[in-house]
């Protein structure tokens, strides 16, 4: 039986645009409580309400993740608010392609910090309020991170640093997975190809490998994402793997 998202409450970095929007959308249109976490105050109250308009849950908490003592604060927040935490989607993410030889160190240094330190602080904070909720009745409990096709494979030169934060990201999931399945605790990567979000259209032409087809949409992610958290209790999906049709590498 899949796993019911009626009432899970549900942290989502990132959620004031893109996928971690389109992700706080889906499951709340699904039941679940959906705490909205990102720097943009604005961009999050203004989804709160269009979630309630469409009959769902949500609230705003801004926070800088990149930030490890507002990440934790924030998390803490969220699990006091809510009752707990059933799931943890981190979506929170910055790209800054550029050649190494003309590289500006800070941008290198600024995708670190939100996407390798700030899911390693959110998910540090998390864990214990993931673990409690596992033994309630929901029997189950996640964490879901949103990597890239870039922490599989380094899809070309300048995405040198990304892909290394999400080579980074993979490995400390798959350490986790190993660590938590005994305490009833999934751990799940979605690795997308391109997406048309804010990250990718300012100057987009085709993915890296010169293809041109259609993205995918950020809705298509936060599909990935909802079925993860919906697998019953005894089936974890640790990671997905998806790219636009076209996109070849
Ligand atoms: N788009 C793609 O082609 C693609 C492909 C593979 C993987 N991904 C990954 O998917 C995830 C979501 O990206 P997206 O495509 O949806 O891009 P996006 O629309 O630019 O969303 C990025 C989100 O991260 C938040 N964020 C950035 N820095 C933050 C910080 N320091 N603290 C808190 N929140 C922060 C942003 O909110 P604020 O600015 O309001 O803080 C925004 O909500 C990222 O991890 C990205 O690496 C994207």
Redesign the pocket.
């Known amino acids: 039986m899949s796993t019911s998202l009626q009432n899970a409450s549900v942290l989502i970095?990132?959620?004031?645009?893109?996928?971690?929007?389109a992700t706080a959308r889906l499951l709340a249109a699904d039941g679940a409580v959906v705490a909205l976490?990102?720097?943009?105050r604005e961009?999050?109250d203004d989804l709160v309400e269009d979630i309630a308009a469409a009959g769902g849950t949500a609230h705003a908490y801004a926070?800088?993740?990149?930030?490890s003592a507002e990440a934790t604060t924030v998390v803490d927040r969220v699990a006091v608010d809510l009752g707990g935490l059933d799931a943890l989607v981190?979506?929170?993410?910055?790209?800054a392609n550029m050649p190494a030889l003309e590289a500006d160190l800070a941008e290198w240094h600024r995708m670190v910090?939100?996407?390798v330190d700030?899911v390693l602080a959110t998910t540090h904070a998390a864990l214990p309020h993931l673990v409690r909720s596992a033994s309630g009745p929901r029997g189950v409990a996640d964490v879901v991170t949103?990597?890239?096709?870039?922490g599989r494979r380094v899809p070309q030169a300048y995405s040198q640093v990304?892909a290394a934060t999400?080579h980074a990201v993979g490995a400390f999931s798959e350490g986790l997975r190993q660590e938590l399945a005994e305490k009833q605790v999934r751990v799940g990567l979605v690795?997308?190809?391109?997406?048309?979000?804010?990250?990718?259209t300012a100057g987009y032409t085709g993915a890296p490998d010169g293809s041109t087809g259609a993205?995918?949409g950020?809705e298509d992610?936060a599909d990935a994402v909802r079925y993860i958290l919906t697998r019953p209790a005894h089936a974890a999906v640790n990671e997905v793997l998806l790219r636009p049709t076209e996109q070849v590498r």
């Open positions: 970095t990132g959620a004031s645009s893109g996928i971690g929007a976490v990102a720097r943009r961009r999050l926070a800088d993740v990149a930030d981190g979506c929170a993410g910055y790209l910090s939100v996407n700030g949103i990597s890239s096709i870039a990304y999400k690795e997308p190809g391109v997406v048309r979000t804010e990250m990718t993205p995918l950020a992610v």
